[in-house]
Each structure stands twice: as structure tokens, then as C-alpha cells.
């Protein structure tokens, strides 16, 4: 029997998962080094490897007798640093002998590898001082050798850096050549044509693979593609456990502190050798794209044409990677966990994730919190302001009512119920327009502020119909530059959708996100031709008023409280929205259940960690003691963001139990730290709640033990003043 239909007969059994499998499941009919090409694609394979076999483990419990970081003289064991660099070439040679059969190219392999064993010693700034480049290769060896110091921090960034130099170089041909697999079109990239999953033909593949080869070589780092070469013959090694015996090497033994592994002493180093190539990698890719899809502009000011391309990719299809998104995605990362230790404890730049959830990601770049933040200077904490809305304040129990939705499979212990309010549209608008007003005049006496507006308006969940955020828009546009809100976030009701498969009408509840622009105002200008407009992310989970909630809330004279009742909303295609303002701060937001009912989207928002997360409600009081502030502080603890609850004030008014006195509580806050969180009265008379927030730039650390290098903002109450626009009508 053949290597390969030993290999088929395991893998049809089930009987073990091999490095080669989870390349060809990122890129299927695709080759394995495609993904040394560009940066997110190979941290999303040694996150994919990582994450099936919880090796990052590693980097806090190693095996028995070993310690994390790696020892130098076990980083020159995996790069094939010897004295005459033998191990090196015998490791390279297999990799690219393998990489011409696979691409069917032809290229000068003896060349080619010392040329790129002049390169590792380059990288890493030990430059020969001699035109043979010995005396440089023989400094490297001796750091290496010298065990007394630690270098892999120091190594994995310079490597890092060094690719991020050279993908800065790229050209949109040659991107266009390792982007080929994610849509139709004539150009991958910038073609409108809708993304269809199919790959683009090429008319002469043959020229395409050599070319692929030549850009691998020169835009990947010598030494990355040493550890890449190392890596590669060992996971293609068909006899990786005995010689005499025909067995690929298992992905789940690169946990290699599992007891069972432990009493072989020879395999446990060797398994302890590939882990730590890995997770090298794994860093070395995350500092290469240090502040994509972050930072508008790099440090030092210049152009990144590689960072250029892939924010494309991901304000176009939610990831920096070219692999389908359905199969993986790489996104920007603002907070790292401090608790625990997972996949996300050890990057710092960028989150992988696999799921069926659309990921949609935007950036404001022209307004005027976009603006306050830029130009505040470093040694100061900038702040922001939010103004709380927590319209309707007045609930009517006429506003609920049981509906009709078809022939539903359901049974008669269930039922759907809709909230749909009766009132003057214009005057609820005037109404809030008021509140807006004095918030502005609140903030007009403020001398560190720059101008004498909202930057971020919050409404909660169903506050608004369709019509009236349109009327609220133009209203907003109506006003000055430097009084408009940069950013609103509502939860608006919109009209029911036929559905003639099961003969269901339903409405949508769904949060807007929209930011200012000083050209467009609020208008569509960053939705593409989709079905649904990207400042759009619909409800994930219906709510359930059940016997108990029904009283709670004064319903039961129009919902029998016997019955469970279903909220007649449509579930859509789950999205997650991000929200950049500026290179500072990113943004997202939940509706209600969304919060609690954590699958599929909480471990997406976790590798993200956004510095603000909204979540607006129609709830009770926001109390320390209710599901709301549970589920805010589990991502307040992991991974640091600082979340908001709100509910509207008509709602709460309404909640009874005999268990409290009646509450004022519209909002909760929770941010990292120790700190408590912190309820938000609406006080009697008040309407609005503005918040003041300070930024506070921190370096954070990831479980490898690297430091971040820009920092990471985080967001921090530091005032609450209640908004009166009528002192004499109390709410």
C-alpha cells in the first residue's frame, strides 16, 4: 500500500487529522504553501491547528522539564543553524523540491537556498562584514548557541517587521495572484461582481504557478521560510512515529504536555520542537500585520500597499485574508484576554474565527469624534460623550398584542406577539430633538472639548419605526457640522416581510449603526449592492415572554400568560457589525438576547475585543442583580471591553415583582478592571443621560509573553449628569 492511500484509508476511517487535512480544509484544490504568501493566511492556519489542538498551551504549562520561551539553542535546532548550515539546506531542499513538483515549475534550487540562508542572517541584522557572509552566519550561531540570554521576542519581531516591510512592496498583480479563490470577476479584488465561491479560472495556470513561486520567495522572509521548511518536512514525514512504519504525524499530539506523551522522552522534544515552530509562526505572522484594519495610517507615515489591500478585503467581505470566509476568518484586534489562557491569549494584532456569522467592519474617518481623537495629545486622556435615550418613556399595554403568523409549527402552548406603539411620530422626534439640545448646551461649557456636540447618540431596542429615523436623520442633517452627533446607534422596528415558503408574515427588529460624514451626513454611503445595508444588524434571537414576564410586565390582559409567547421577528443571516472610529476605539452592538444567548456570536466578539460594546434592550431595570449585567461583565472581564446596557424608561416603569421596589434604572456600565458595575438611574424629570468617558491608552501583554507595540485604548466612566429639557413636566 502507497504513502497516500494509507494516508486516504485514515483519513476515511476518521482515525487522525494531519496538518496537510486543515490546509486543504482553509484551501481546498489549492496548494499547502499558498499559505506562506501573505501573513493572515498562515496565522489562519497555525490558529486553525492551534485552536483543534489547544496547543497554545503550552506557552503557560510547557512538557515536563522544558519552559517557555524557547531556549536559543532550540530555536537554532529548528531553523537548521549547524556549522556548516547542512540541516538548513537538507530542509530547505525537501520543502522546495516538493513546492516545484507541487506547482510543476522549474527553478535553480541550489541558487535559491543559499540565497536564502543569506537572508535569515540578514533578517535578523547580523549582516556579514566579509563578502562570503561566514563571519555573519558565525555571529548568529553564537548568539544562538548563547542559552544564558532570550531572543525569541526580540526574533519573532524582527522577523515580523522584516515581512511586513516586504508585503509593503507588493504589487496589485501579484496580490491578484494569491487572492484568486474568493470572487468572480475580472479582477478578485475590486470586481463588483457578488461573491459566488467559485475560484477564477486562469487561462495559463502553468505561468500562474511559477509566478506564485517567485512570490513566495520574495516576499517572505528567509527565516520564516527556514521554520515554514522545518515545519513542512515534518508534518509530511510519513513516518513520523517509526521508520519501518507507515504514520503521519497527528495534529493533536502538538499538545505536547499530555501525560501520555511524557514517557517518551525522544518523541515528547520532537513534538516540543514542531509546537514551538508553530507558535513562532503564529507570532510572526501577528506582528507582520500590526495595525491592519486599525490604523488608518502606519507610524511612520509611509505607505502600505499590503495593509492597503487587505483592509480591502475586509471592509468588502469582513476578513484580511484571501481564504473564503465561510472556512475562516482573520480580523483586527483591539483587547487581549487577561484571564485564562485560549487561542486568544497569544496574539495580539489579529483574531481567527470560524463560523457561520457574516462579519461586517467599517471605519468613520470624517467627523468630529474622529477628529477630537486624532488630535489629542499623547499625554493626555482624550473623552467622548454618549447621550443615553431610553425612549419611549411611556408604555402602553395596548402597544403589545397576539398575532397571526400562519401555519407555524407550533403547538397551542405557543404564540406570537408583537410590539407595535401607537403616537405622534413628530412629536416623539421633537421630543428627543430637545434632549439632543441640552446635552449640546451641557457640553458648549466644556474648553477641552472641541466643539459643543453628542458624539455618540444610543437608543434602545424597537425606540424608533422606520419613519421616524428617517425624520430624526434629516433632522440631524439639518444641524451645523460641529452640532451633529458623529454616531447613532437605535433599535428601530421595521415593516413586516412576506414569506411565501412558510406563509409568515414577520417584522424585523434591527439595530441602526450609522456615523456622520461631512459629505453624505448620514446617509448610505457604505453599503454596497447587498440585501442588507451594512449599518444594519438584525435581532440573532427572538425573545420569549413567558407566565412570569407577562406579569411582570402588566401584559396579561392581551397575552394569556398560560401560553409562551414568541416575538414575530424574523431571524435572519446572523451578522456581527465593527465599527472603527478613527485608528482609536472600535465599536459594536447587540440587541437584547443577543447578550445572553451567547452562540454563535461571543466568542467572535471576544477575538475582536472591542473597546465599547452596545447593547440595547427592551427590559426591566438595568440591575446589578439581572441577566443583563451578568452576561455585560463576562466581556468586561474577557476581553477587557467596556459594555453598556439600555433599556427604554416605558419598559421599566412597567416592571413589577414583589421581590424590589420600583426602579429608575435604564442602563448599566461595566469596564475592565475590578471595578463594579454601575446602574444608571433616570433621575424624576430627566430624559436623557449624557455619559463622559475618558480614553486611556495601555500596553497589553499576550500569554507568549510579547508587549503590544501601539497600545490599546480603553474606555472608562468618568461622568454622568442627568439631561432635563422640561424641569417642569416630570417623566
Given at each position: ?652 416603569k412597567r416592571w413589577t415583582t414583589p421581590y424590589k421596589e420600583m426602579s429608575r434604572v435604564v442602563a448599566l456600565w461595566s469596564e475592565g478592571g475590578n471595578t463594579m458595575p454601575r446602574e444608571l438611574e433616570l433621575a ?48
Amino acid at each position: 500500500m502507497s504513502n497516500e492511500d494509507y494516508k486516504q484509508q485514515q483519513r476515511s476511517q476518521g482515525r487522525f487529522i494531519t496538518a496537510i487535512d486543515l490546509a486543504e480544509r482553509l484551501l481546498p484544490d489549492l496548494k499547502m504553501n499558498e499559505l506562506l504568501m501573505w501573513a493572515p493566511d498562515l496565522f489562519a492556519f497555525t490558529s486553525y491547528i492551534l485552536s483543534l489542538t489547544g496547543a497554545y498551551q503550552v506557552v503557560v504549562s510547557p512538557p515536563r522539564d522544558k519552559r517557555w520561551f524557547p531556549k536559543n539553542s532550540e530555536i537554532k535546532l529548528w531553523l537548521g543553524i549547524d556549522n556548516d548550515y547542512q540541516q538548513m539546506r537538507k530542509n530547505l531542499t525537501f520543502w522546495l523540491e516538493n513546492a516545484k513538483t507541487e506547482w510543476g515549475v522549474k527553478i535553480d534550487t541550489e541558487n535559491e537556498i543559499e540565497s536564502l540562508i543569506l537572508r535569515v542572517v540578514e533578517t535578523l541584522e547580523f549582516k556579514p562584514k566579509t563578502g562570503d557572509g561566514k563571519e555573519g552566519q558565525e555571529q548568529l550561531r553564537t548568539l544562538l548557541e548563547n542559552d544564558d540570554r532570550d531572543i525569541w521576542i526580540e526574533f519573532v519581531q524582527k522577523v515580523g517587521d522584516n515581512w511586513n516591510a516586504m508585503l509593503a512592496k507588493i504589487t496589485e498583480h501579484d496580490f491578484s495572484l494569491i487572492n484568486d479563490g474568493e470572487l468572480t470577476g475580472d479582477n478578485p479584488l475590486f470586481s463588483e461582481t457578488i461573491y459566488t465561491g467559485k475560484r477564477k479560472s486562469f487561462e495559463d495556470t502553468k505561468k500562474r504557478n511559477e509566478e506564485l513561486l517567485k512570490i513566495l520567495l520574495k516576499y517572505t522572509p528567509g527565516v520564516l521560510i527556514a521554520c515554514w521548511a522545518y515545519f513542512y518536512n515534518e508534518v509530511n514525514n510519513p513516518h513520523f512515529y517509526q521508520p519501518d512504519k507507515v504514520k503521519f504525524m497527528r495534529t493533536s499530539d502538538l499538545l505536547c504536555n499530555q501525560d501520555g506523551l511524557q514517557q517518551n522522552e525522544d518523541l515528547k522534544n520532537r513534538l516540543w520542537y514542531i509546537t514551538q515552530a508553530l507558535i513562532t509562526m503564529h507570532a510572526i505572522a501577528d506582528i507582520a500585520c500590526t495595525g491592519w484594519g486599525i490604523k488608518e495610517k502606519d507610524k511612520d507615515g509611509k505607505t502600505n500597499k499590503a495593509k492597503e489591500l487587505a483592509e480591502k478585503l475586509l471592509f468588502r467581505k469582513g476578513s484580511l485574508s484571501t481564504i473564503n470566509p465561510e472556512r475562516g476568518r482573520v480580523m483586527p484586534k483591539r483587547h487581549n484576554p487577561g484571564l485564562g489562557i485560549t487561542l486568544r491569549s497569544i496574539s495580539s494584532n489579529l483574531g481567527f474565527h470560524r463560523s457561520s456569522v457574516e462579519v461586517v467592519w467599517r471605519r468613520a474617518s470624517e467627523n468630529n469624534l474622529v477628529k477630537k481623537l486624532r488630535d489629542a495629545k499623547d499625554n493626555e486622556h482624550s473623552t467622548i460623550s454618549i447621550l443615553l435615550l431610553p425612549f419611549p418613556l411611556s408604555i402602553k399595554t395596548k402597544d403589545f398584542k397576539a398575532v397571526e403568523r400562519g401555519a407555524l409549527p407550533m403547538s397551542g402552548n405557543y404564540g406570537f406577539f408583537a410590539y407595535e406603539p401607537l403616537y405622534n411620530s413628530n412629536e416623539n422626534i421633537e421630543d428627543i430633538l430637545k434632549v439632543i439640545e441640552k446635552a449640546n448646551e451641557e457640553l458648549a461649557g466644556n474648553e477641552r472639548e472641541d466643539s459643543s456636540c453628542v458624539d455618540i447618540l444610543v437608543f434602545p431596542e424597537s425606540s424608533l419605526g422606520e419613519e421616524e429615523v428617517g425624520i430624526l436623520e434629516s433632522k440631524l442633517a439639518n444641524l451645523t457640522n460641529s452640532s451633529s452627533p458623529s454616531i447613532y446607534i437605535a433599535g428601530v422596528r421595521e415593516g413586516s416581510v412576506n414569506s411565501s415558503k412558510s406563509k409568515a408574515n414577520f417584522s424585523r427588529n434591527v439595530v441602526y449603526c450609522k456615523y456622520f460624514d461631512k459629505k453624505t451626513k448620514y446617509g448610505n454611503f457604505d453599503s454596497e449592492s447587498s440585501e442588507t445595508p451594512k449599518y444594519k444588524q438584525y435581532k440573532h434571537h427572538r425573545w420569549q415572554l413567558n407566565n412570569s414576564q407577562i406579569r411582570q410586565y402588566g401584559l396579561s390582559r392581551v397575552l394569556y400568560p398560560e401560553k409562551l409567547w414568541w416575538e414575530s421577528a424574523k431571524v435572519s443571516k446572523r451578522r456581527v457589525s465593527f465599527l472603527n472610529v478613527g485608528d482609536k476605539i472600535t465599536v459594536s452592538h447587540l440587541i437584547c438576547e443577543d447578550l445572553a444567548r451567547q452562540d454563535p456570536i461571543s466568542d467572535l466578539i471576544r477575538h475582536v475585543g472591542p473597546s465599547l460594546v452596545v447593547t440595547i434592550l427592551m427590559d426591566g431595570p438595568q440591575l446589578r442583580d439581572r441577566w443583563s449585567s451578568r452576561y455585560a461583565t463576562v466581556l468586561s472581564d474577557d476581553p477587557g471591553s467596556s459594555v453598556i446596557t439600555l433599556t427604554s424608561f416605558g419598559l421599566v416603569k412597567r416592571w413589577t415583582t414583589p421581590y424590589k421596589e420600583m426602579s429608575r434604572v435604564v442602563a448599566l456600565w461595566s469596564e475592565g478592571g475590578n471595578t463594579m458595575p454601575r446602574e444608571l438611574e433616570l433621575a424624576q424629570g430627566a430624559k436623557g443621560i449624557l455619559l463622559t468617558l475618558s480614553v486611556e491608552l495601555r500596553n497589553e501583554k499576550t500569554a507568549d509573553g510579547r508587549q503590544e507595540r501601539y497600545g490599546t485604548n480603553s474606555l472608562k466612566l468618568v461622568d454622568v449628569i442627568q439631561i432635563y429639557p422640561d424641569k417642569d413636566k416630570p417623566a
